[in-house]
């Protein structure tokens, strides 16, 4: 079964940083990219960045473009997103995600929660 489970969620000041880690199991993580979304109350899910399977080509919304870096270790099986001058807007529950390169996220992670005060 795949498991892509998030942490390093929590409560943080405007302008802080968090470091976000999603431990993938059950697949070929080599073989997948990864990304993260995002889920505010009340609105939809919203891409944040992605990776592809070998670790180039990072992308980002345009609204943390500058502020976030998403890496990957192939070696652990594990993805990262570290955030730095969080505004208020950023909070959300944040997914980690797995699909094949190219587009489709197959697999979707718990959920870890990051909420930034003002």
């Known amino acids: 079964q795949v498991l892509l489970v998030a942490s390093g969620g929590g409560l943080v000041q405007a302008g802080g940083s968090l470091s976000l880690s999603c431990a993938a199991s059950?697949?070929?993580?080599?073989?997948?990219?990864m990304g993260w979304f995002r889920r505010a109350p009340g609105k939809e899910r919203e891409f944040v960045a992605e990776i592809s399977s070998s670790g180039g080509s990072p992308s980002y919304a345009d609204s943390v473009k500058g502020r976030c870096t998403i890496s990957r270790d192939n070696a652990n099986n594990t993805v990262s997103l570290q955030m730095n001058s969080l505004k208020s807007e950023d909070t959300a529950v944040y997914f980690c995600?797995?699909?094949?390169?190219?587009?489709?996220?197959?697999?979707w992670g718990q959920g870890t929660q990051v909420t930034v005060s003002s």
């Open positions: 995600v797995a699909g094949p390169p190219g587009g489709g996220w197959q697999y």
């Open positions: 059950g697949l070929t993580f080599s073989s997948y990219a």
